[in-house]
């Protein structure tokens, strides 16, 4: 679950509520969203019978200081006569001109905490130094890749310039944090909202603006040939960053994510 925050890590279109990121054009938005989360299809192989959650997402921050994302994922998974509730609770803080990065995830079953990863990631020459302190301390080097915002940044500007597809390596932590993973992106052309697209509702001033959709493909860096992607995930993308109408797959089962609230909040001041 926790790539969606690759998407979600920098996510309107007009006045006070931007900041300009100096690391590209796009103007980033600091918000808060909530998406409902819902079982969209399950295979008999993933056990899983039922499924529903909510997921929030709080970006905040400026180029000038760093932005900071707090995510966090609630469900409730049956299978069967069992069920459990997992949280997963992550915040990580990315300064996109120095290309520093730091992240913690904490995963909880049934409230008890099951797993912590702790962690953060510089930029030297061409690859990234990544130290870990959690779940035990280790230093590596991995090639170079885009950090979470770095990313959401250069998506926005190829669909600006009309790009349909292009891959990249990222870098955001999950997992065991010790590797990148290698993306395909595909941007559609520029949408404007039907009068039947409910969802753009809870968008507020955003529902009449035109919106990107985009499906990314995760795959792991070090696998040969064609094979399968990890997970990919759907969505739609405004100029500034914000999402909507989430779809996540990740092979043996399927969630769709409905934004139900957006609140923005004002941007902190950046003094040139």
């Known amino acids: 679950m926790r790539k969606l925050a690759i998407v ?4 309107v279109s007009t006045g006070s509520l931007m900041t300009v990121a100096k ?7 600091t918000h808060r969203a ?5 079982l969209k299809s399950a295979s008999e192989r993933s056990g899983i019978s039922e499924m529903a959650g909510r997921m929030v997402y709080e970006f905040n921050g400026s180029a000038c200081e760093g932005y900071t994302v707090s995510f966090r994922f609630v469900s409730e998974i049956s299978s069967g006569e069992d069920s459990r509730v997992t949280d997963q609770q992550t915040t990580t803080f990315e300064d996109v001109r120095d290309r520093t990065f730091r992240f913690v995830t904490r995963s909880f079953v049934n409230q008890q905490l099951d797993r912590e990863i702790r962690g953060s990631a510089t930029p030297n020459g061409d690859q990234l130094s990544i130290t870990l302190e959690q779940p035990e301390k280790m230093a590596l080097d991995i090639p170079d890749a885009k950090l979470p915002t ?6 926005i500007e190829r669909a600006k310039a009309g790009e349909r597809f ?10 065991d944090g010790d590797s990148a993973m290698i993306t395909t992106s595909i941007l559609g ?4 909202p039907k ?4 969802e753009a509702k809870a968008a507020g001033e955003l529902a ?9 493909s995760y795959f792991q860096e070090d696998v040969e040939g064609d094979g399968l992607p990890v997970y990919s995930i759907a969505f739609k993308l405004y100029d500034n960053g914000v999402t909507r109408d989430l779809t996540m797959d990740y092979g043996d089962f399927v969630l769709e994510g409905e934004l139900t609230q957006l609140d923005m909040f004002e941007p902190s001041s950046c003094a040139e």
């Open 150 to 155: 770095e990313h959401l940044l250069e998506m």
């Open 8 to 11: 979600l890590a920098a996510l």
């Open 208 to 216: 009449g603006n035109n919106f990107w959709p985009v499906s990314m």
């Open 189 to 192: 052309a520029s949408q404007a």
């Open 195 to 198: 009068a039947s697209d409910t």
């Open 34 to 38: 909530v998406y409902d989360l819902t």
């Open 166 to 175: 292009y891959e990249s390596r990222i870098y955001d932590g999950s997992d």
């Open 23 to 29: 690391a590209g054009t796009a103007m980033l938005a």
